[in-house]
């Protein structure tokens, strides 16, 4: 059962193959058996999840099944899940057990989908290797040895091994795409405000978007419909239509024409991972689409904008963490300010310290002109080389990431090393616009993405694409070793 | 632009984050190695470029100014490291 696809259990217990509580069991039994290799998995809600089983088969026989009925999942533990401990990957939020349900929890709720846990992750979301968890790192199933990327490093690593279908992740600067092209997963960040950020534990809130992680475009096309919609407590939130995403999955994409940036096959890619996305671009040339050469000439601006940008909000939205309201506080304080500072010390691992003491310095008095303004200027550049693009294109494609999976503390104590692996995929952010990662083969058995980045609100024609890719190969099939029996 | 050691005291002071001896050379490294790398902005030719806040160009949306939510303090109060009698409890403020 667990080397099927959501799509697949969805007819497996339609037919009355299996009972949803038979799956959940399945699943929770290989969790427990199995994630002590993956540490993939923060919190394993059994209890709740049978009983949302039991539920589902009494709704499946007496046909008032909705989109979901009785299909396992995960969530990301950056969203709030009423009774069930949130911490976002951090001491801060250790203790931390919200009294309510973010927007997506609510609206998997309602679809019958079965909450299996909650999923490892980088501490506050900030990392791209997982190594950032105050829980520890996760190990990638592919290569235990290796990071399984990140941030949602955890919810990549379950549907790798097999322990959930699917799960629920966030993307701000690459965190759905990185780590589902590391773990040889399909994964996908929409436009910014298509789905709600209500109940998400914010970390820079003008790049944070979240959405689905699966075994197959078509099963987050499934996820996606669940998730995308206005949600009047995200400010941000986009009121637009939300299209049905399965429908257009088999359009044929001849005639479509396909941008390739020079900037995204730089000296900086790995030459076999190269070789496997050209072949990937080869098979959608294959298929009636038209290659073309594109530029997006401020591509290498990105990463430097993303970390003026990404650690300014994020000092101000991790100001609200003061060991006053919820969250750790330190043992004695002698007063307040002396609660704060070591609340804050103590709560936060270094990651997340250095965000927040480069965000206060980029918007402290005297360099906010030369930094965050200097940003948020490049970062219309930015999107001005994607508006551009688009006049001649109707969706990009190139690697992910530059490198497959690499070792743990391959990075070693420079930050920027690590910030470098998401090169191809902070750009996507800082202009709001939708991309995916979906697994186009393999450097020394280690997974390669192929990343398609979208215009605004087009998901569906790069579903369409990631599905009609995959209906010809099947690179999204491959399981590690050991994971088949 | 690079920091020093009195910048990054200052620093934590400001966001509030104690920062131990024995880390302090550590921090300070670390963080001009960040600034090293979004010093590479500074290369942009940015003259007449509108910063960009939201990535739509959206503006707020408004809402009518009438009570929405209800109290809910019984919910949030046991998720409090010290709370009294509905109140959160700090250390004291004034003497």
């Known amino acids: 059962m667990h080397n099927k696809t959501l799509a697949e259990l969805k007819i497996g217990l339609a037919k009355r193959e299996f009972s949803s509580v038979e799956l959940t069991r399945h699943f929770l039994d290989r969790i427990k058996s199995l994630d002590e290799n993956y540490n993939s998995f923060i919190s394993v809600t059994e209890d709740s999840a049978l009983a949302s089983a039991r539920q589902a088969d009494t709704n499946l026989s007496t046909g008032e099944a909705s989109a979901l009925c009785g299909l396992p999942i995960a969530h990301k533990d950056i969203f709030c899940t009423n009774g069930v401990r949130t911490s976002c990957g951090s001491r801060m939020l250790d203790n931390f057990v919200p009294p309510y349900n973010a927007r997506i929890v609510d609206n998997f709720a309602a679809a019958g989908a079965v909450v299996l846990g909650k999923t490892n992750m980088d501490e506050f979301a900030m990392g791209s290797s997982n190594e950032t968890s105050y829980y520890g790192p996760v190990k990638n199933p592919w290569h235990t040895d290796c990071v399984p990327g990140g941030s949602s490093g955890g919810s990549a690593a379950v549907i790798a091994a097999r322990l959930a279908p699917a799960a629920t992740a966030t993307d701000t600067g690459g965190s759905i795409r990185q780590p589902a092209a590391l773990c040889g997963i399909t994964g996908l960040k929409p436009t910014y405000g298509r789905v709600s950020r209500w109940g998400m534990i914010a970390f820079a809130s003008s790049l944070d978007q979240g959405g689905p992680m699966a075994h197959s475009a078509e099963d987050a096309a499934m996820l996606l419909n669940i998730m995308a919609g206005f949600d009047a407590r995200d400010s941000t939130s986009a009121e637009r239509k939300v299209p049905d995403y399965t429908a257009t999955l088999n359009q044929d994409i001849a005639g479509l024409t396909v941008g390739i940036p020079s900037e995204y096959f730089d000296e900086g890619l790995n030459p076999a991972t190269e070789q496997a996305v050209r072949e990937a671009l080869a098979e959608l040339e294959k298929q009636g689409a038209t290659l073309k050469d594109i530029s997006l000439p401020h591509s290498h601006l990105s990463v430097p904008a993303y970390y003026v940008i990404a650690p300014a909000e994020a000092s101000a939205n991790l100001s609200r963490f003061d060991g006053a309201r919820y969250g750790y506080r330190c043992k004695d304080p002698v007063d307040l300010h002396d609660m704060y500072m070591r609340s804050r010390a103590e709560g936060f691992g270094d990651e997340v310290k250095r965000r927040i003491l480069v965000g206060a310095y980029c918007l402290s008095a005297g360099y906010y002109d030369a930094y965050y303004n200097k940003a948020m200027q490049v970062r219309r550049l930015i999107k001005n080389d994607f508006e551009s693009a688009f006049n001649e294109v109707d969706i990009i494609a190139g690697p992910t990431c530059p490198n497959p999976a690499f070792e743990f503390g391959a990075k070693g104590d420079n930050p920027v090393a690590m910030y470098l692996e998401d090169i191809y995929t902070i750009a996507a952010n800082l202009a709001g616009l939708p991309a995916m990662s979906l697994p186009c083969g393999f450097v020394d058995e280690k997974p390669v993405g192929l990343q398609l980045i979208g215009q605004y609100f087009e998901e569906a024609r790069m579903l369409n694409i990631a599905h009609r890719y995959q209906l010809a190969t099947d690179w999204h099939q491959q399981s590690p070793a050991g994971i088949q029996l | ?95």
């Open chain 2, 1 to 95: 632009m690079t920091i020093d050691r009195a910048d990054i005291e200052k620093l934590g002071e400001l966001a509030r984050i104690a920062i131990t001896e024995a880390n302090i050379e550590a921090t300070t490294r670390s963080i001009n190695e960040v600034l090293a790398l979004v010093d590479q902005l500074q290369s942009a030719n940015t003259d007449q470029v509108s910063p960009l806040a939201n990535p739509l160009d959206a503006t707020q949306r408004l809402r009518h100014d009438r009570i929405s939510e209800s109290n809910h303090r019984e919910d949030f109060q046991p998720l409090a490291p010290a709370t009294e009698n509905g109140l959160y409890l700090v250390p004291k403020v004034i003497e």
